[in-house]
């Protein structure tokens, strides 16, 4: 009897840990899918024109105006077609490195062509400046870009991080 009793012990201590290597094991694929979940770039709904007029708002006009779609396929070597929506601001004279471009996405995917297209622009006009306008590069070297989602935005001014700031509310 005290054989059974002990046999009858055993497994259900061997029940009872599969069980609660069952319930962690549950616990860990939930931690990671809502890890996973929560470190999604998600796609914003707010309105291009909503985002736009909040940036164009924090931009410093005296260096920068609002650019064409001619420049943005000159410069950058994208189309504004391809895209839900762009806002560029441009230099007001040569000697001034000032840029924004704010593009909502079509479709994510397109994130890493328009990054490269960027950091290629970037790379340009640090090899421009860094002969005559050293200045102009520094804020080169601390140009911002950030995607978030379906949006792109590149500064580079003064107040990139406060320009970046408002971007990030305004989604």
């Not at 694929?29 to 909040?54: D, G, H, Q, W, Y």
């Amino acid at each position: 009897m005290v054989k059974r009793m002990t046999e009858r012990t055993a497994k259900l201590g061997l029940q009872i840990n599969v069980y609660r290597v069952i319930r962690y094991g549950l616990l860990l694929c939930l931690f990671v899918v809502v890890i996973v979940l929560l470190s999604r770039n998600r796609e914003s709904k707010v309105p291009f024109e909503t985002v736009s007029s909040a940036v164009a708002e924090s931009i410093d006009t005296d260096n920068a105006m609002p650019g064409s779609d001619r420049f943005l396929k000159k410069y950058f070597g994208l189309n504004p077609d391809d895209y839900d929506g762009v806002m560029i601001y441009t230099p007001t004279t040569n000697m001034h490195a000032n840029e924004v471009l704010l593009i909502r996405l079509k479709d994510t995917r397109q994130a890493d062509s328009v990054s490269a297209a960027i950091q290629e622009r970037i790379e340009s006009q640090r090899g421009i400046f860094q002969g005559y306008a050293p200045e102009e590069v520094g804020l080169l070297d601390n140009a911002v870009l950030d995607v978030q989602g379906n949006y792109i935005l590149y500064v580079v001014d003064d107040n990139a991080a406060a320009v970046d700031e408002v971007f990030r509310s305004s989604l």
